[in-house]
């Protein structure tokens, strides 16, 4: 079996609800599909994303230099493959080469998952049929109030969900602090409250927040502080009892290295498409469960599930309301969690079968971007 041709396509849509953090407030977000046609008339499908940003750039990489390398070469050789191509884009850095590699990535994987006749979580070892999901939204405007949060959270657990994922970083931390304790009230016994600040804290400013926030008994506390910042996630976790999680924001496995032997990391949250695509990823995984960690990819509720499925250290699945392929009315047999329990597809290779005619109002380029770009970080 050898690859001989690539498309790739470009779709830029709103989440399904408006999403609005600490950091950013979400114009778009941009989906990067490519096609693997084989010479026995086998086709992978891969996907990378962006949050408003760099799409084109991605097409336009796969397009005029990586595409072309993966010409001629057997898809079930994934290793050769992820490898030739970070060879030959390395020196772009960290980021977009990776989430343009981990569209190809993923088609080849979709390409073996079809040629065995497998689902991909089992070509990852089958470690279990179903995992637990917590539910994700993405709501802190300023419009927002505690009895709307409440709102929706009691429709959360009316469709089965028993942890919930808020965002948080109000100017005034008692503000959070009552959003949470609200929260908890409502759930009961019965699950968790997880928090996210999307690196909105300085390290000073996270210390301080973050022992006022370890009485709640969160079941974690996500990206308090910028990324690279690895000393001040260590002293953080030294400091309280309370889990660190992070990970949506690296792209390598190497990087998560060195946050594991800092031992500043307690849920790893590696994403499939920014960190170079599942053959990355599994390398993750495994060296998370090394260091004794569990994973949590960030996103991709579809391929995620997959993942978290085929591996043994699995910790939860995340269903981000407005943004998974299914809620956004864009897969031909939608993937959905059901009782706060996500089960895998069970077709050939990750299951994810776009419809066309949904997808083609959104398709991106260059001259439209450049008319209606204007951006959300705050």
Same mark, same amino acid.
């Given at each position: 079996?050898?690859?001989?041709?690539?498309?790739?396509?470009?779709?830029?849509?709103?989440?399904?609800?408006?999403?609005?953090?600490?950091?950013?407030?979400?114009? /778009?977000?941009?989906?990067?599909?490519?096609?693997?046609?084989?010479?026995?008339?086998?086709?992978?499908?891969?996907?990378?994303?962006?949050?408003?940003?760099?799409?084109?750039?991605?097409?336009?990489?796969?397009?005029?230099?990586?595409?072309?390398?993966?010409?001629?070469?057997?898809?079930?050789?994934?290793?050769?493959?992820?490898?030739?191509?970070?060879?030959?884009?390395?020196?772009?850095?960290?980021?977009?080469?990776?989430?343009?590699?981990?569209?190809?990535?993923?088609?080849?994987?979709?390409?073996?998952?079809?040629?065995?006749?497998?689902?991909?979580?089992?070509?990852?070892?089958?470690?279990?049929?179903?995992?637990?999901?917590?539910?994700?939204?993405?709501?802190?405007?300023?419009?927002?109030?505690?009895?709307?949060?409440?709102?929706?959270?009691?429709?959360?657990?009316?469709?089965?969900?028993?942890?919930?994922?808020?965002?948080?970083?109000?100017?005034?931390?008692?503000?959070?602090?009552?959003?949470?304790?609200?929260?908890?009230?409502?759930? /009961?016994?019965?699950? %968790?409250?997880?928090?996210?600040?999307?690196?909105?804290? /300085?390290?000073?400013?996270?210390?301080?927040?973050?022992?006022?926030?370890?009485?709640?008994?969160?079941?974690?506390?996500?990206?308090?502080?910028?990324?690279?910042?690895?000393?001040?996630?260590?002293?953080?976790?030294?400091?309280?009892?309370?889990?660190?999680?992070?990970?949506?924001?690296?792209?390598?496995?190497?990087?998560?290295?060195?946050?594991?032997?800092?031992?500043?990391?307690?849920?790893?949250?590696?994403?499939?498409?920014?960190?170079?695509?599942?053959?990355?990823?599994?390398?993750?995984?495994?060296?998370?469960?090394?260091?004794?960690?569990?994973?949590?990819?960030?996103?991709?509720?579809?391929?995620?599930?997959?993942?978290?499925?085929?591996?043994?250290?699995?910790?939860?699945?995340?269903?981000?309301?407005?943004?998974?392929?299914?809620?956004?009315?864009?897969?031909?047999?939608?993937?959905?969690?059901? %009782? /706060?329990?996500?089960?895998?597809?069970?077709?050939?290779?990750?299951?994810?079968?776009?419809?066309?005619?949904?997808?083609?109002?959104?398709?991106?380029?260059?001259?439209?971007?450049?008319?209606?770009?204007?951006?959300?970080?705050?």
């Amino acid at each position: 079996m050898k690859i001989e041709h690539v498309v790739t396509n470009a779709y830029r849509m709103p989440p399904s609800s408006p999403w609005e953090d600490a950091t950013n407030k979400v114009q /778009g977000l941009e989906f990067i599909v490519v096609e693997l046609h084989t010479d026995n008339g086998l086709v992978g499908t891969g996907i990378s994303y962006t949050v408003d940003i760099g799409g084109t750039v991605i097409k336009t990489l796969i397009e005029d230099y990586l595409a072309n390398l993966v010409i001629g070469m057997n898809p079930l050789h994934y290793e050769e493959i992820w490898n030739k191509l970070q060879r030959q884009s390395r020196r772009l850095g960290l980021g977009v080469n990776s989430m343009a590699i981990a569209a190809i990535d993923i088609a080849v994987w979709d390409l073996m998952g079809k040629h065995y006749n497998q689902p991909i979580y089992k070509l990852l070892g089958g470690a279990r049929e179903q995992i637990s999901s917590y539910i994700s939204e993405i709501n802190l405007s300023s419009t927002d109030t505690v009895d709307g949060l409440l709102s929706r959270v009691g429709g959360y657990i009316e469709q089965g969900y028993q942890n919930v994922k808020i965002k948080i970083g109000k100017e005034d931390i008692e503000e959070d602090i009552e959003r949470i304790m609200k929260v908890q009230e409502l759930l /009961g016994k019965r699950g %968790n409250v997880f928090v996210d600040l999307n690196q909105k804290w /300085g390290a000073a400013e996270a210390l301080q927040k973050c022992g006022m926030l370890d009485r709640l008994n969160l079941g974690w506390i996500e990206e308090p502080m910028l990324y690279q910042d690895i000393q001040s996630h260590r002293n953080l976790k030294k400091a309280i009892k309370t889990p660190i999680a992070l990970g949506e924001s690296m792209y390598s496995r190497f990087q998560f290295l060195e946050y594991l032997k800092a031992d500043a990391v307690d849920y790893v949250q590696a994403d499939v498409a920014f960190v170079g695509g599942i053959t990355e990823w599994h390398k993750i995984a495994h060296l998370a469960d090394a260091f004794g960690k569990l994973v949590a990819p960030h996103f991709m509720m579809e391929l995620s599930l997959q993942l978290l499925c085929g591996v043994q250290n699995s910790f939860m699945l995340e269903n981000v309301v407005g943004g998974s392929l299914t809620e956004l009315g864009l897969l031909e047999v939608p993937i959905t969690v059901n %009782n /706060g329990i996500g089960i895998p597809s069970q077709l050939p290779g990750h299951g994810i079968i776009f419809n066309t005619s949904a997808l083609a109002p959104y398709q991106l380029d260059s001259s439209t971007i450049r008319d209606i770009f204007v951006g959300g970080s705050k």
